[in-house]
């Protein structure tokens, strides 16, 4: 099956998640671009409607966030994380509608309570109990205000063959303990799954 005509831009390529997306839409045959934090500053919102005003994608999958969850809770932080993950995110909702593009904003299990004994719902009500998680919401909100030509995928923990993540810390933790790590190599291929996933969307 011949790839979908299409262009993406991604945000936050250099980041875990966002070079895992460009490397599923390159095996896919997608055309994407995932500029530098250096020329997309999501912050600014007049360089964010240029972007995306010059490349005209399709479709933009919102990767750019603050993740350091426990740094956002530090008071002199909030101002930062807020920036980026509640109004950044609008400004590339925004610049996204301008030029026609749907939005995938990656989003969290966060901005719900934790305190739930089912999976979450897409209904259930928003009830953050940290800045990260209330920043994420206002991100949420921020698209919906944006344009109805939108998907939010509200994820937990990502794991992957890049950067620091709890699954090297579980393995550090077994390998102490004297177990093999079997299991490695299954859950690598979940945040492969994850990025597989996004890209069906755009099709």
């Not at 301008?98 to 719900?112: E, H, M, P």
């Not at 800045?131 to 509200?154: C, F, N, P, W």
């Not at 550090?172 to 790590?181: A, E």
Request: with cysteine; charged share 25%.
């Amino acid at each position: 099956m011949s790839a979908p005509k299409m262009r993406v831009l991604v945000t936050g390529a250099s980041g875990r998640l966002g070079r895992e997306v460009c490397r599923e839409l390159e095996r896919r045959g997608i055309e994407y671009w995932g500029p530098p934090s250096a020329q997309l500053d999501i912050r600014a919102a007049a360089a964010v409607r240029e972007v995306l005003c010059v490349y005209r994608p399709d479709a933009v999958i919102h990767c750019a966030a603050w993740t350091a969850v426990d740094a956002a809770e530090i008071p002199e932080n909030r101002e930062r994380v807020l920036k980026v993950n509640a109004e950044g995110t609008g400004n590339v909702a925004r610049a996204a509608t301008k030029c026609g593009a749907k939005v995938i904003y990656i989003s969290t299990d966060y901005v719900f309570n934790g305190q739930g004994e089912r999976p979450w719902r897409t209904d259930d009500p928003t009830e953050p109990l940290n800045t990260y998680g209330y920043s994420k919401m206002l991100g949420e909100r921020e698209v919906m205000q944006a344009t109805k030509d939108y998907y939010i995928v509200r994820i937990a923990w990502l794991f992957g063959n890049a950067g620091r993540n709890f699954a090297d810390e579980l393995e550090k933790r077994i390998k102490s303990l004297g177990y093999g790590t079997g299991e490695r190599s299954r859950a690598e291929r979940l945040l492969d799954l994850g990025c597989a996933a996004l890209t069906v969307l755009l099709v």
